[in-house]
């Protein structure tokens, strides 16, 4: 893999604007490509310090300010772990003995709860333009899962089976692409975004495209047959099983691009249920926070919005790299999610986020946006200015734990963290950026 240095400050550039541009530049010109899958504690240092450590979605947040779902996922990792043996036993010590670090501090992003524990699998990306690193657990499937919350013995057994078998099959099959150089993942990206996925609420052609070139390198990774089967059986099955991977592109790929100290592009968003939090390229490590909203959409049968859980998931790093919500229109199978359900709703969602962003992606083409590249780079100073704050495709997790999913729709990020980071631009440059 190859390394870059393009480490730059304020210093470096005449203007915020030339700032923002290079900053976008890196964000597209990166290569992230799937090179293992692996146990946490192996392939992330803060997990493997023998201490109970897990990882959460969103910005730094305490066991008490966390919703009951995204306890239930803590609880459910503790058990996971052999912490406990009862509920109230995790629940003991996730509260009192566990340290909580957000997945993003570690290069990590994780999808609703986001809570990944040492012995996890998780995927290792590597930029092969840049060199930086990011991970993420696998995807579980539907039903009760941990990222909703749940932790019955359904849950952790589907667990024990990813750290078991599919991680190591993956890794075996990763082992032995082309020159063992991994599996490029943009190009899986912009072809499944030609096929009618946005990559965050819809990803059924990026987990078929994944299925499809996985299957041959499994049955050539000499592994038992009954695995070869479960594997493919479940990859075949799990809509959106490529959600994961493309979360860990994207972080990859703004990652690279927090290398360069300047402007006022937002190179990550993240929800804990309790806080919406955003990071800017020229203001480093610093979260900016505002409450979280609560999405709205389309609910599952014997549901209501009064039952929907907070704002959650480090899954808006797709809206961070211009997916998501924010190419909404590439996606006509999902645009009955934004409420009214037409196409032309869809466009003109696409159309307002344009409004807000440095440029376009001309590595991700939407067909059903005149193949105009997905809307990228979002400028804190333009939300700030036109009031539009960017809209997140979701799904939506139950008020309480282990239920699951109940719906899908969209949120938007509260103007709050947006504003307090213009603020704080506004001091760093010396001028007013608003």
């Known amino acids: 893999m190859n390394s870059t240095d393009i480490s730059r400050t304020i210093d470096d550039f005449a203007t915020i604007n030339d700032a923002n541009r290079a900053v976008v530049d890196v964000m597209v010109s990166g290569q992230p490509t799937l090179v293992d899958v692996a146990q946490a504690h192996t392939l992330i240092p803060a997990l493997d310090t023998g201490e109970k450590v897990l990882l959460h979605a969103g910005p730094p947040i305490d066991f008490a300010h966390m919703p009951q779902t995204i306890q239930g996922a803590c609880i459910g990792a503790a058990l996971f772990e052999g912490w406990a043996t009862t509920e109230e036993g995790a629940r003991e010590i996730v509260s009192h003995q566990v340290r909580l670090i957000p997945c993003h501090e570690v290069g990590a992003v994780g999808p609703m709860g986001g809570i990944t524990s040492a012995h996890m699998a998780v995927m ?131 990652d690279a691009a927090r290398a360069i100290r300047a402007g006022s592009v937002v190179t990550a968003m993240a929800r804990n249920g309790y806080e919406f939090g955003i990071r800017v390229s020229g203001l480093g490590d610093r979260w900016f926070t505002a409450p979280v909203n609560t999405p709205t959409g389309l609910f599952f049968t014997g549901y209501d919005q009064s039952q929907a859980c907070p704002d ?123």
Not at 321 to 333: C, D, E, K, R
């Open 312 to 434: 959650m998931g480090d899954s808006a790093i797709m809206e961070t790299l211009g997916l998501g919500g924010m190419s909404i229109v590439a996606a006509p199978g999902v645009t009955r999610f934004l409420g009214t359900g037409g196409f032309e709703d869809a466009l003109a969602t696409t159309e307002e986020m344009a409004e807000i962003v440095t440029g376009h992606n001309p590595a991700m083409p939407i067909p059903t946006w005149g193949f105009q590249g997905a809307p990228i780079g979002i400028d804190i100073r333009l939300v700030v200015q036109t009031g539009i704050t960017p809209i997140i495709n979701s799904g939506i997790a139950s008020i309480h734990p282990g239920v699951g999913q109940i719906g899908a729709g969209t949120v938007r990020a509260p103007l709050g963290c947006f504003t307090s980071a213009v603020e704080a631009l506004a001091q760093v440059y010396g001028i007013d950026v608003a």
């Open 124 to 254: 290792k990306v590597v930029n092969a333009v840049y060199g930086n690193t990011s991970f993420s657990t696998l995807n579980e499937g539907i039903g009760k899962v941990l990222r909703f919350g749940g932790y019955d013995a359904e849950v952790l057994e589907r667990l024990a089976w990813m750290r078991d078998v599919l991680g190591p099959a993956l890794s075996a099959a990763l082992r032995v692409t082309g020159d063992g150089g991994g599996y490029p993942l943009g190009p899986v990206m912009a072809r499944a975004l030609t096929m009618g996925d946005e990559m965050h609420q819809r990803n059924i052609a990026a987990s078929a495209l994944f299925a499809k070139d996985m299957a041959p390198l499994l049955a050539r990774a000499d592994l038992p047959s009954e695995v070869v089967a479960e594997v493919t059986d479940f990859l075949g099955r799990t809509d959106q099983f490529f959600l994961n991977i493309a979360m860990a592109a994207s972080k990859a790929s703004a």
